[in-house]
């Protein structure tokens, strides 16, 4: 499994950004999938974007306003998030599955700490 370690969480207010990061450890960072979840207070964890190779999906909540980068020399993914609304506020996750991009939360192996965003309006 890939250590996974997130950070640039934090407090914004609606209509702000943020961009944060998943530091990934291993050799083999460029052929996994990488995804970001976020779980709300009572909710259950979802997906925010996967991707792997040139497959990469969003849900449709966060279309426009997210996006998904990856350096794989740096071993790192990033989620700019943009145009920030008070349904944004969670604790989002990232984590890592060797092979495609999948939905389902419990096919990644690998999870970051989680970081908090909170959208204020």
């Known amino acids: 499994q890939v250590q996974l370690v997130e950070s640039g969480g934090g407090l914004v207010q609606v209509g702000g950004s943020l961009r944060l990061s998943c530091a990934a450890s291993?050799?083999?960072?460029?052929?996994?999938?990488m995804g970001w979840f976020r779980q709300a207070p009572g909710k259950e964890r979802e997906l925010v974007v996967s991707s792997s190779g040139g497959t990469t999906y969003y849900a449709d909540s966060v279309k426009g306003r997210f996006t998904i980068s990856r350096d794989n020399a740096k071993n790192t993914v990033y989620l700019q998030m943009n145009s920030l609304k008070p349904e944004d506020t969670a604790v989002y996750y990232c984590a890592a599955r060797s092979g495609t991009v999948v939905f389902d939360p419990r096919l990644y192996p690998s999870w970051g700490q989680g970081t908090q965003v909170t959208v204020s309006s």
């Open positions: 291993g050799r083999t960072f460029g052929t996994y999938a």
